[in-house]
């Protein structure tokens, strides 16, 4: 390096860059499949899911135990069969605790976002005290659409007989909604279905590390990548549900008693939705027993807090969030949440894939618990 290079290089290490904001504290490193959900039991056991999107996914839910990753609950159920849809697992978008210590499983039955096999679309609940299934809830054919592709889930176990859960579809080719489910009976309706809240937004335009996300293949012109109702958050009474498209920015909510309401029609369901403004765009929601609502904001590495007054407030910001997905409260009072580098995938850059591992778990404290409705 001659003195010319040594000054300018001297200079560049002095001049002015973006700032971090917020104290993140890796948790796990991912040398293997992406993963894209975590969730975090009362005792602190970690599990997350790797969904079939093209990578090699022997397993698609797996627990974090003694520094490494193995199936849950176990390796048998991680190997889908097209005879049993209803009994294996196809591939996992979330992964869930619930308030009496389940961790359920959400299976889109839909690995690539293809068409979900019939009969596979479910929710599997197990008992972390036996590591067992305990229920299982394989959706209907009339709620899992031909081009339902179910992502995050909530739930509220006071509703009903056994509870009611809450899911989002996130379809990429058909209408977005929420999936209401009675966890007595299994059975499931839709509401909110291609309603503008749970669509994509049409002037949506992302930038993520500078460049328009979009589906690129060689020869041919960018194509928008639209991604229905997605992220998914509850109040801790609740009374209300938050929930957002990933292509947007804005936040919506509804009241639960609307969702619950078989009878209520889409036209009075969709007069009750709020429209809450902008909070960056966001894969995964959250929420805490203090009200606050947690979003990741992809196109900013970030993850930001709403407020009781509405303000949106950021409490991590750093190089490292590369696509914040599935966010997680735990009740260790930190916030958990993946990075996986989901907008480096080959199909947003001609078929090269940019990811570089590991994809990473990360934590940021917080002054706040779980939501517990039980």
């Known amino acids: 390096m001659n003195k010319a290079q040594a000054a300018e290089a001297s200079s560049k290490s002095h001049l002015a860059s973006d700032r971090p904001i917020g104290q993140i504290e890796p948790v796990f490193e991912f040398h293997d499949a992406m993963p894209t959900g975590v969730t975090v039991a009362a005792n602190g056991r970690i599990f997350i899911n790797s969904p079939r999107w093209g990578d090699d996914v022997p397993f698609t839910v797996g627990e974090i135990k003694n520094g490494k990753v193995v199936p849950y609950p176990d390796a048998a159920i991680n190997k889908f069969d097209p005879a049993h849809p209803g009994e294996t697992l196809g591939s996992v978008q979330s992964v869930v605790m619930d308030p009496a210590n389940r961790l359920w499983i959400l299976d889109t039955a839909a690995p690539g976002f293809s068409t979900p096999v019939p009969g596979g679309a479910k929710l599997v609940a197990v008992d972390l005290a036996t590591n067992k299934v305990v229920k299982t809830i394989v959706l209907s054919a009339d709620t899992v659409l031909p081009t339902t592709y179910i992502n995050d889930v909530r739930f509220d176990l006071r509703q009903g007989k056994a509870g009611i859960a809450y899911i989002t579809d996130s379809s990429v080719s058909g209408p977005g909604g929420i999936i209401v489910v009675d966890l007595d009976s299994g059975e499931s309706w839709r509401k909110l279905t291609g309603h503008p809240s749970t669509s994509p937004d049409p002037s949506f335009i992302p930038v993520v590390e500078g460049e328009r996300l979009a589906a690129r293949e060689k020869g041919k012109a960018p194509a928008p990548f639209n991604v229905a109702s997605d992220g998914i958050a509850i109040s801790p009474d609740g009374a209300t549900l938050y929930f957002c498209a990933l292509s947007s920015r804005h936040l919506f909510s ?26 960056g765009a966001s894969d995964g929601l959250e929420s805490d027993d203090k009200g606050r609502v947690y979003a990741g904001d992809y196109e900013r590495n970030s993850v930001r807090q709403r407020q009781a007054d509405g303000e949106w407030k950021t409490i991590a910001h750093d190089p490292r969030i590369l696509w914040p997905d599935t966010l997680s409260v735990a009740a260790d009072g930190y916030l958990y949440f993946m990075a996986n580098q989901l907008h480096r995938q080959a199909q947003f850059h001609e078929g090269k894939d940019l990811r570089q591992k590991p994809y990473t778990l990360f934590r940021i404290k917080i002054d706040g618990g779980p939501i517990l409705l039980k």
């Open 254 to 279: 509804v009241p639960t008693s609307l969702l619950v309401d078989r009878k209520a029609s889409d036209d009075v369901v969709g007069k009750a939705v709020v429209d809450l403004g902008e909070k």
